[in-house]
């Protein structure tokens, strides 16, 4: 059996198994936001997004470690070429990149509208996905696709007064959350092309090499810049280290999730899935905060709860 036809065949034998694990990767990055909005008042935003590569590190190094250990017969180590250090490189680039963009959207108006259009990424990953990765999206995967992002939309609405506003949807926030979008999504062909290209033997395992990599190249970059070019440095970080390990664990969690997911099924289905994250948010800030649904907020939830139903029957 050649290497290609062993991948489809892994692939396969986890035709299902992705859904789960993706709604995990969901509910961990919702708990990471929560522990991260509050490091960010304490630290600032660039060591806040430093947290969660730095103290997710050792999480991802121990869990490559038991899956090396717990099993009865050792998994070989795969081979890494460096095509697959070049699609880990181009993914975890354009991961911070894209953070970046989103922190850049936050200081400037509008950004309802720069939210709104940083969540065409699913959009994106579908395109980039058929380009760069020759994986095309079946009618009914990419019809999922659209009523998600129309739902995250809906939910995402500016004032009524900015709505129909072109100066709101080509200001400079709106055009850092089109690139914020697009950012993510390169990220997410890149951790999707990695998983391909090192033919590990369990998602598991493309999953814990591919985040292990990915995080150890962000902490190293980002953690050079936030020691040399910001007034406090590194050393914040570790006087909170109680709810950076929080933010760290859950992070990592959700990194290994997001990554085996990867190995699994196409980007752009496990990006689809993934919004689910959005309702989980919402649902969550509706419930503590105890206010009710607009009738677009509803047309919104339901759009996105569609999209996610037709993504896991028809996303494969």
Known sequence: MSTAQQATSTLIDYAWLWV????????????????????TQELGTLSATLVRFLYGLPFAAVWLALLYLWPEKTPSIPHMSGAYFAWIGLGAFFQVAATAALLLAMKERNFAVAITLSKTEVLQVALFGAVFLHELPTPWALFAMVLATLGVFLLSLPPRGQLFSLSAWFSKSALYGMACGACFAIASIGFRGAAIELHAETPWLSGAWGVLFAQAMQTLGLGLWVQFRTERGLAPLFRAWKLSMVAGSMGAAASLAWFTAYAMQSAASV??????EVVFSYIVSRKVFSESFSRPEKIGISLVLVGLVLICAFGS
């Open 271 to 276: 990006r689809t899935l993934g919004m689910v």
């Open 20 to 39: 789960p694990v993706v709604l995990f990767a969901a509910l961990a990055q919702t708990v990471r936001n929560s522990a991260q909005r509050s490091l």
